[in-house]
Nanobody, 125 residues
Framework: QVQLVESGGGLVQAGGSLRLSCAAS????????MGWFRQAPGKEREFVAA????????YYADSVKGRFTISRDNAKNTVFLQMNSLKAEDTALYYC??????????????????WGQGTQVTVSS
């Protein structure tokens, strides 16, 4: 079974950058679709970014497009989320997710079976 551990969160000023990491243990991530979601206090968990199992397609929420980049390092079995030009509204608990079966949509939390414990990102304005 794959276990996911996020890191890299913290407190940053608006306009700054952070790089989140999601390290996997137990199995290689090369055959998994990987995604990032976030959840702000009092709100539902929402899609941020993902790529397909093949890595051939990448998807971003409109709110982060052009500012965030998802990537993977298969050698390190790690997925990253580079976050630039951070805004106060990006403040949330960020979760890494993995799925090795085909899903018609990666935008829904219901499409993902494996989750990390989350890492907090706080952006001060």
């Amino acid at each position: 079974q794959v276990q996911l551990v996020e890191s890299g969160g913290g407190l940053v000023q608006a306009g700054g950058s952070l790089r989140l990491s999601c390290a996997a243990s137990g199995r290689t991530l090369s055959n998994y679709a990987m995604g990032w979601f976030r959840q702000a206090p009092g709100k539902e968990r929402e899609f941020v970014a993902a790529f397909t199992r093949s890595g051939g397609s990448t998807y971003y929420a409109d709110s982060v497009k052009g500012r965030f980049t998802i990537s993977r390092d298969n050698a390190k079995n790690t997925v990253f989320l580079q976050m630039n030009s951070l805004k106060a509204e990006d403040t949330a608990l960020y979760y890494c997710a993995a799925e090795n079966e085909y899903r018609s949509s990666l935008y829904s939390t219901a499409s993902w079976r494996l989750w990390g414990q989350g890492t907090q990102v706080t952006v001060s304005s």
